[in-house]
């Protein structure tokens, strides 16, 4: 049986800004709050389990915070 591999691969923060330049680099998101992450949402309505949804949410705001601090568009 092979290694189980993480889903999220790692990269060494000091490499980033070899790999992206923040001044040519934008984040989107999209429509988080509405279809995906709200009980009136598409999701919620489909009766989708929205209780993984709070701490996705909180990643994608920690996400945010980090590309706006990086200099980058979002």
């Known amino acids: 049986m092979p ?3 993480s889903p999220i ?3 060494d923060a000091a490499a980033l800004s070899q790999m992206l330049a923040p ?3 934008a984040l989107l998101v999209i429509d988080v709050q ?3 992450a709200s009980r009136d949402g598409a999701l919620g309505r489909a009766g989708v389990d929205l209780s993984t949804v709070e701490p ?3 990643c994608i705001e920690a996400l945010l915070a980090a590309a706006r601090s990086a200099g ?3």
């Open 72 to 74: 980058a568009t979002v």
């Open 34 to 36: 509405a279809d995906f």
């Open 3 to 5: 290694a189980k591999s």
């Open 56 to 58: 996705a949410v909180d």
């Open 9 to 11: 691969p790692h990269v």
């Open 23 to 25: 001044a040519r680099t």
